[in-house]
């Protein structure tokens, strides 16, 4: 059985956190926003943190390969 992450289906439960795959109780998510095709959900402001530190490892997750950040500029 593989981690649902799916967070735009909620008829599939248990809704993991996309970044620490904890359970999201009740749909009680911080945050739930697109990835790939997909929809996402991260359990907290700490997570969400997490996530845009290791977006290319949690969007892998649930198979969507992201492009290198391009360089900044500022
Ligand atoms: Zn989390």
């Known amino acids: 059985m593989t ?3 799916d967070a735009n289906n ?3 439960t248990p809704l993991r956190c996309i970044v ?4 999201i109780p009740d749909a009680a998510w ?14 907290s402001p700490h997570c969400m943190e997490k996530f845009f530190d290791n977006k290319r490892e949690c969007a892998a997750k649930v198979g969507v390969t992201l492009l ?3 360089p900044k500029t500022y």
């Not at 911080?30 to 991260?42: C, E, I, M, P, S």
Request: charged fraction near 30%; include cysteine.
């Open 10 to 12: 909620t008829d599939r």
């Open 68 to 70: 290198a950040d391009p």
């Open 30 to 43: 911080f945050a739930r926003f697109k990835l790939g095709d997909g929809r996402v959900a991260a359990c």
């Open 20 to 23: 620490c795959e904890n359970v």
């Open 3 to 5: 981690n649902n992450f």
